[in-house]
């Protein structure tokens, strides 16, 4: 499904925030004309690189995050960071010149423990976006630092943003690569270690045999499918 979305994407924001601190981001079509003009929708995602928050949704739902974690907002939803009893501030307002300092380390807070946070976008076509998306719900936390692989892109992603705005060039390609591939890698996480109770077209994706036959129907569209060829096709019978 994602290799038919065109995603664009970056890492925008690189944080230094000591506690207590409490930034409210509004929804992503607010920041959208700044982050991604003409994009018609923005994934919000931030990566926690050390420290802890915790990120908050208006109505309340509320998610701990340490270590390399990755909170994504895929639709966009209006939320809070924060890590102390401190009042919010809004995002927008307080970091939007450092917006155009690229990557540079924007520093905020009481003074306190120290949180650090690489935060990121991808925008895709919204007519897209509603079929792959409409199976995530509006918050979810995903680790990458739990193996190699992960690891090996959190220290990607560090190095990256340090050499951000250096005198190397490309550094804004390599920037947008990362960004995809943390997005997708974070996907593919969350669709595997949704529960074996998981309903809805991600969980299909996941199965042995809906995920194969998922694949033939968006590979060949137009084919004249029938239950019978394509359960030939992956292999088991009709039923």
């Known amino acids: 499904m994602l290799k038919i979305v065109k995603l664009r994407g970056a890492l925008f924001f690189n944080a230094e925030f000591s506690a207590p601190w409490c930034v409210a981001s509004t929804h992503s079509s607010k920041v959208a004309p700044l982050l991604c003009p003409g994009a018609d ?17 208006p109505e309340g739902s509320r998610r701990d995050l340490g270590p390399g974690d990755v909170v994504i907002f895929p639709h966009g939803d209006a939320h809070l960071l924060r890590n102390g009893a401190a009042k919010p501030v809004d995002s927008l307002k307080t970091f939007a010149k450092n917006l155009s300092n690229g990557l540079k380390v924007a520093r905020y807070g009481g003074g306190g423990e120290l949180t650090r946070f690489v935060c990121g976008y991808m925008a895709c076509d919204p007519s897209l976006s509603e079929v792959v998306l409409a199976g995530l719900p509006s918050m979810f936390v995903v680790n990458i630092a739990s193996d190699s692989a992960g690891q090996w892109l959190a220290n990607s ?3 990256s943003v340090s050499e951000a705005g ?3 060039t490309g550094s804004d390609v390599v920037l947008a690569k990362l960004s995809e591939v943390l997005f997708v890698e974070t996907l593919r ?7 074996d109770q998981q309903k809805g077209w991600l969980a ?19 084919h004249p499918w029938t239950v019978a060829n394509l359960a030939r096709q992956v292999g088991v019978s009709r039923t």
């Open 41 to 57: 929708h923005v994934i919000i995602y931030h990566y926690l690189a050390d420290g802890r928050a915790y990120a908050q949704l």
């Open 157 to 159: 992603i560090q190095f």
């Open 166 to 168: 250096g005198p190397g």
């Open 189 to 195: 996480r969350f669709i595997q270690d949704l529960p």
């Open 204 to 222: 299909g994706a996941r199965d042995p045999v809906i995920g194969v036959a998922l694949a033939l129907l968006h590979k060949k569209p137009a």
